[in-house]
C-alpha cells in the first residue's frame, strides 16, 4: 500500500471515528482508533503515517489533537518518529494479540485460595434474625459517634496524612490498655498495643511472623472459620482439636506431630459452642505451649458480652510472661464495617509486629483511631456495653420464648451465658439440612452447626444469631423453627 | 493452718491491699489480691475463704463488692463454692505458673516473618527532604478533603455497618473503573473493581489467591520493597529479573525454573529506576504468561504523575483478556494514610476474590469509600492531580538546580519523567556508604539504591524524594549533597 492510500485509509477512518456519539474526549478517541488499528494489524510495521498537519487539514480535530495523539502513541511505543521523514508504525509485531481470547486462558486458585474460598461464603444478609456476627446496629448510637468522628476530621499535623510505624495512634493505644487491664484482666503496657485492620487482619500478622508454611498450628474443633481461613492462607497444617464442656482438650491431640507452633483459642466464649475453657485447661495450655515454644494466639472476640457473672479474666493475663498473643476487635462491642482491632504482642516482639505490620499492610486512619480513643474516654464506649448486655439478654430471651414450644419437647440449647447466638444442637445432619432447605424456602436464613467442623468428627445443630434482630423481629423466624423443629422430630428425621 | 488462721491472714492481707492508693475500684483490688495468693501459692488447694459476711465486716468493703469479686473467681474456676460450707482454693495446683520468667522463653520469628522483617525499616520520617512515596502533603487540599469526609459521616441504613462482600462501595467502583479506563487506559467494567487497603492488601491477596508457597514470581530487580515483602510473607520463591533502561527483561531469566506463577511488575514507572517498560517487552511479558499461564501483576502506583508527554496506558489494556491484575492506588495521588487502593481482577475471578478478601481482610469503611467516590466524580481529584504535577515538575527543577554542581561534575541522575523521586547514579557502594553515613551525621536522611536489589548484582546510587519537601526545603539537603558527592569523587571514594 502506498503512503497516499494509507493517509486515505487514516483519514476516512478517523472521520467516521469522530462522527460516531461518545462521551471520550477527541484525542482520546483518535488514539484509541490509531493504536486499534496498530494492534490488530490493519496497520502493519514500517507504514507511514499521515502528519498532523494534513490529519487536522483532513478530518475535524485541531493540530494539538492530532499531536497529543501521535505523541502519546510514540511514548508508548506505537509509532516511532523518524528524523525529518514522518511517523511509522513500529516494527514490533502484534500477531497473536489480536485473536486472544476475551478472558484468561487460566482462572485456576492456588491450593491454598481454594481452601480459603471453601470458608468464605457470600455473606448476603437478607434478614438480621439469626445473622451471626452481627452486633444490634439498631441500638447503636450512630449519631453520637459520628458527631466525633467528624470533630476528628479536622486539618491537622501533615504528618497524620504520612505513613507511619507507631503500631497505632498514641490515645487509642493508652485507651485500650487501661480497657484490657481492668475489663479483661490483660498484662500489658500501651506499648504492647499494636492497632490492626481488625482481627482478621491481625491473625493474618500472627500467622506470618510466628509460623513458616508446613507448621502445625491447632485449632478448635468445630472453630472460628476466619482463623481456618487466615491460617489456611498462610499455608499452616492445621490440627483440630476437640470441644467439650470445659473447651478445647489439648490431650487429645498431645501427641500429634509435629508439635504446634500456634494454638488458637477463644477460651472466654468458645466460638461457636459458647462454652469457657476450664481453669485446669487453661493452665494445661499454658505449659503444652512452653514445652514446645508454641504460641497461644487468645481471641477474644466479644467477651466483654457476658450475661451470667463479670466477664472472665483471659489467659493472657493468668500467668507473668505467658507465650500468648492477645486479640481484641470492637466489631462486636461497636460495629462490624469499624474495621479497628488490636493485638497484644509480649515486649520482645512489639518492635519487630509495628514494623511487619506496617510493612505488610500500613497503619490505620490516625484520625478514625483518635476518634475511637475519644469515644473510650468519654465513657460512652462502656456505657454502651452496658447497655448491649441488657439489650443482648433481652434479645436471647425474646429468641427462647419463640424456642420454647421446641425446647419445652426436648430442643437443646447452649447456655448463651455470653455472646450474640444460641447452638440449637441437633439430632442429625439430615435433620439439620432439613431445617436449613425449609429455612430458605421461607427467607429464614440459618447456619448449620456441622460446617464448623474441620476433623472427621461432626455434631448436627443451628447456630442462631440473636443480637442483631430486636424482640419482634425475632418472633416470627423464631416460632416458625419451633414448629418446623417439632414437625421434622414427628417425621423422625 | 486452721480455717481462722487464713481467715485472719487473708483479712489483714486486703486491709492493707486497701489501704493502698489505686484507681482500680475496691472489687478489682479484692478479686487480684485473691487470685494473685492462689496463684502465688499463699493461698493453699482446699483452703477455705472467709465468707463474704464476715469479710465485709472486717475490712472497708461492702457485702456485695466481696460477693462480686469471690463469684468472679469462682466462675473462673481459681475458687470452688461446695454447698453450704463456704468457699475454697480450687484443687488446680498453680505449680511453675508463679515462677514463669517474665517473657516468653522464645522470642524467634518464621523464616518468613524474618524475611518480610528484613525489608521493614523503622520509617520514622524527620524531614521531608529526600523522603520516599511522600506526596506534597503541604498541597493537599486537606480542609476541602475533610469537609467531603465529614459530610459522609451521617447516620446512614444500618447495612453500611455491617461485614459486606461487595468489593467496595458502587459509588467508588464506577468512578475508580471510569477514572482508570479513560485516564490509565484500563479494559474493566465496575464489578471488576474491588476497593483494598491499599496497595500491600491487594498484592497479599493475589499471592495467596494465585500462587501457592513455593512457587516462583519474578520481581523487578531492583525493584519495589513492599512487593517482595508481600511475596516473601506468602511464601513465594523470588527470582530477580534484571531492569535496564527498558524495563524488566524476562529474556534473562526464561530458562529459570520452575516457570513463574506470577510476574510482578510496575511497567509505567518502573519503581525504583524510572524507566518504562518498552512495547517489545511488554508483548513479550504478555507471550511468557501466557506460555505459563501465569498472571501479571500491573502495579501502577504513581503513573499518573507523568510530566513528560501524556500518562502511558498500562499493561492490562494492551491485549484483550490479557492475563493482568493491575493495582492502583490513593496514596500517591491523595495521600498515604487514606489507605484505600483498588485491584481490577479479570472477570472471571472478581467473585471469587471478593468473597476471599471479605473473609481475609474484610471491607473498607463504606462512608470512607463514599466520600472518596464523592471527591472523584466533583473533579476536585482530577484537579489535585494537575495541580501536583505542575507542583512535581517545580520541586524536581529545585531538586536537579541544587544538585547542579554535582550533575555538572559528572553525576548521572535518572530521567525523571515521571514519579516522586529521582536517582543518582554512584559509583561505588563505598561512596553511597560515605555519602549515607555523612547525611545521617547532619540530620539528611538518604536511601540506598543497593537495597533495592534482591540478585548477586547490584548497583550503587542515591534514591531521592523531591515531592514531599517544597523547594525552600529542598535547596539546603540538595545543595549539601552536590557538596558532599565532589569531596568523594575527590577522594576517590
Chains 1, 2 share one sequence.
Request: hydrophobic fraction near 45%; charged fraction near 20%; include cysteine.
Amino acid at each position: 500500500m502506498s503512503d497516499r492510500a494509507v493517509f486515505a485509509w487514516v483519514i476516512d477512518g478517523l472521520n467516521r471515528r469522530l462522527a460516531e456519539p461518545s462521551g471520550d474526549p477527541k484525542q482520546r478517541r483518535v488514539y484509541n482508533a490509531l493504536r486499534a488499528w496498530i494492534v490488530s494489524g490493519e496497520l502493519m510495521p514500517d507504514m507511514r503515517l499521515p502528519s498532523s498537519r494534513l490529519l487536522a487539514r483532513e478530518t475535524d480535530m485541531g493540530r494539538n489533537t492530532a499531536l497529543g495523539a501521535i505523541d502519546q502513541l510514540v511514548a508508548e511505543g506505537f509509532l516511532v518518529a523518524r528524523e525529518g521523514a514522518g511517523v511509522y508504525v513500529t516494527a514490533v509485531g502484534f500477531a497473536g494479540l489480536s485473536d486472544t481470547p476475551n478472558a484468561p486462558t487460566s482462572d485456576r486458585l492456588s491450593q491454598r485460595g481454594r481452601a480459603v474460598l471453601a470458608v468464605s461464603p457470600d455473606d448476603a444478609v437478607t434478614h438480621p434474625a439469626f445473622t451471626l456476627g452481627m452486633p444490634a446496629l439498631d441500638r447503636f448510637p450512630e449519631a453520637r459517634w459520628r458527631r466525633v468522628v467528624r470533630r476528628h476530621q479536622r486539618p491537622g499535623a501533615q504528618q497524620a496524612l504520612h505513613y507511619r510505624t507507631h503500631g497505632g495512634h498514641p490515645d487509642l493505644k493508652a485507651a485500650i490498655a487501661d480497657y484490657v487491664r481492668l475489663a479483661r484482666g490483660v498484662v500489658c503496657q500501651a506499648d504492647q498495643i499494636l492497632i490492626t485492620h481488625g482481627t482478621q487482619q491481625g491473625l493474618g500478622l500472627v500467622a506470618t511472623l510466628l509460623a513458616d508454611g508446613g507448621d502445625s498450628a491447632w485449632i478448635e474443633d468445630p472453630g472460628y472459620l476466619g482463623a481456618r481461613a487466615a491460617f489456611q492462607a498462610a499455608d499452616l497444617r492445621l490440627i483440630p482439636v476437640p470441644v467439650d464442656d470445659d473447651g478445647l482438650d489439648g490431650s487429645a491431640v498431645a501427641s500429634a506431630h509435629p508439635a504446634p507452633r500456634l494454638i488458637y483459642t477463644t477460651p472466654s466464649n468458645q466460638y461457636p459452642r459458647g462454652v469457657t475453657l476450664a481453669l485446669k485447661r487453661r493452665l494445661a495450655l499454658l505449659e503444652t505451649a512452653r514445652q514446645h515454644e508454641a504460641w497461644i494466639v487468645e481471641d477474644d472476640y466479644d467477651s466483654e458480652l457476658r450475661y451470667v457473672s463479670s466477664p472472665l479474666a483471659c489467659l493472657q493475663g493468668l500467668a507473668g510472661g505467658a507465650p500468648v498473643i492477645y486479640l481484641g476487635t470492637f466489631s462486636k462491642t461497636l460495629f462490624p464495617a469499624l474495621q479497628l482491632g488490636y493485638i497484644v504482642v509480649p515486649r520482645a516482639l512489639i518492635s519487630r509486629f509495628r514494623r511487619a505490620n506496617a510493612r505488610l499492610f500500613r497503619e490505620e486512619d490516625p484520625a478514625l483511631q483518635a476518634a475511637l480513643a475519644d469515644f473510650m474516654n468519654s465513657g460512652e464506649f462502656a456505657a454502651h456495653i452496658r447497655k448491649m448486655r441488657r439489650c443482648y439478654r433481652r434479645r436471647q430471651a425474646a429468641l427462647r420464648e419463640a424456642l420454647a414450644p421446641a425446647t419445652n419437647a426436648g430442643l437443646r440449647l447452649s447456655s448463651g451465658a455470653a455472646g450474640l447466638h444460641l447452638v440449637a444442637y441437633l439430632d442429625s445432619i439430615a435433620q439439620e439440612t432439613r431445617l436449613v432447605d425449609e429455612g430458605a424456602a421461607v427467607g429464614v436464613s440459618l447456619a448449620r452447626l456441622s460446617t464448623y467442623f474441620i476433623g472427621g468428627r461432626t455434631e448436627p445443630g443451628l447456630v442462631l444469631g440473636y443480637a442483631g434482630a430486636d424482640e419482634a423481629e425475632i418472633a416470627r423466624p423464631g416460632g416458625w423453627l419451633a414448629r418446623a423443629w417439632r414437625a421434622s422430630q414427628d417425621d423422625g428425621s
